[in-house]
T-cell receptor
Framework: SAVISQKPSRDICQRGTSLTIQCQVD?????MFWYRQQPGQSLTLIAT?????????ESGFVIDKFPISRPNLTFSTLTVSNMSPEDSSIYLC??????????FGEGSWLTVV | GQQLNQSPQSMFIQEGEDVSMNCTSS?????WLWYKQDPGEGPVLLIA?????ELTSNGRLTAQFGITRKDSFLNISASIPSDVGIYFC????????????FGQGTTLQVKP
């Protein structure tokens, strides 16, 4: 399995601001993903972070709100833009190994006030 | 979006008891994964299943990929207090994407 490190682990953000979450993996991986887990809910895929090209977003998520970068095979960032209290969630970076085995980071816990 | 139907939603059991939870879907899945999430942490992979009918164990945990490819179960034997947490099933419908569809989670509480 991979060691997946996320920063920040927690943050309290002001409404209307933006926050960038970083995800660092200890080995090169082909596929990286960003998930959101709203309070008391299950996980939902935001987008697939593609190395060297634009991310692939799931229905209900757009690039203007959640811009993603993936400059290389071990690093990705997710920005939550113009935050509102509804964006208070856990944001999770994940990677795929051996095709369909998905591992998660510890998450970035965002509270928007 | 589509979700997996996971049950039960919550369980409160006595230490030493066995636990069973399951996920069902109206669609076929190619992979089933079971995760545990402790408070303040990300989901940790427990068991991954890749073939219909596959039965896999990880210590006191056993999971099976249903032969219809539309369901999976997770059993925990002889539960202990550290088994407390939220258990999620998840699956892939397509083998060429990493998109996981998650169940709603089963919250397990164990009474010492």
């Amino acid at each position: 399995s991979a060691v997946i490190s996320q920063k920040p682990s927690r943050d309290i953000c002001q409404r209307g601001t933006s926050l960038t979450i970083q995800c660092q993996v200890d080995s090169q991986v082909t596929m990286m993903f960003w998930y959101r887990q709203q309070p008391g809910q299950s996980l939902t895929l935001i987008a697939t972070a593609n190395q060297g090209s634009e991310a692939t977003y799931e229905s209900g998520f757009v690039i203007d709100k959640f811009p993603i970068s993936r400059p290389n095979l071990t690093f990705s960032t997710l920005t939550v833009s113009n935050m509102s209290p509804e964006d208070s969630s856990i944001y999770l970076c994940s990677v795929a190994y051996s095709g369909n085995t998905i591992y998660f980071g510890e998450g970035s816990w965002l509270t928007v006030v | 979006g589509q979700q997996l139907n996971q049950s039960p939603q919550s369980m409160f059991i006595q230490e030493g008891e066995d636990v069973s939870m399951n996920c069902t879907s109206s669609s076929i899945f190619n992979t089933w994964l079971w995760y545990k999430q402790d408070p303040g942490e990300g989901p940790v992979l427990l068991i991954a299943l890749y073939k219909a009918g596959e039965l896999t164990s990880n210590g006191r945990l056993t999971a099976q990929f249903g032969i219809t490819r539309k369901d999976s179960f997770l059993n925990i034997s002889a539960s202990i207090p550290s088994d407390v947490g939220i258990y999620f099933c998840a699956g892939h419908q397509s083998s060429n994407t990493g998109k996981l569809i998650f169940g709603q989670g089963t919250t397990l509480q164990v009474k010492p």
